[in-house]
């Protein structure tokens, strides 16, 4: 099983910023790939940035640009920074992380963080 704890959520003015963590605990051990989705009311849960043990990413268009995700291997933490804070960025934003064992894939979610963009 593996842990994800989520911090960093809040309010914040159009053309803010944010950064949300993400710690993993647990079993962390063959986790391949950590990100970042948002859901916002009445849509579905969409991916914002993911990133690979690797260094690889992969984003929505609407982020690119303003958004960045690191990840800090040696704390098992992922960052997803948010700048130029758009009011259609509100949602709750949730972190996964993605593992393989003996062939099988396991996801796990954290408890999700809202962040709400307005004035």
């Known amino acids: 099983q593996v842990q994800l704890v989520e911090s960093g959520g809040g309010l914040v003015q159009p053309g803010g910023s944010l950064r949300l963590s993400c710690a993993a605990s647990?079993?962390?051990?063959?986790?391949?790939?950590m990100g970042w989705f948002r859901q916002a009311p009445g849509k579905q849960r969409e991916l914002v940035l993911g990133i690979t043990r690797g260094g690889d990413t992969n984003s929505a268009d609407s982020v690119k640009g303003r958004f960045t995700i690191s990840m800090n291997n040696a704390k098992n933490t992922v960052y997803l920074q948010m700048n130029s804070l758009k009011p259609e960025d509100t949602a709750v934003y949730y972190c996964?992380?993605?593992?393989?064992?003996?062939?099988?894939?396991?996801?796990?979610w954290g408890q999700g963080t809202q962040v709400t963009v307005s004035s």
């Open positions: 647990g079993s962390i051990f063959s986790i391949y790939f």
């Open positions: 996964k992380a993605s593992q393989i064992i003996a062939g099988t894939e396991y996801d796990y």
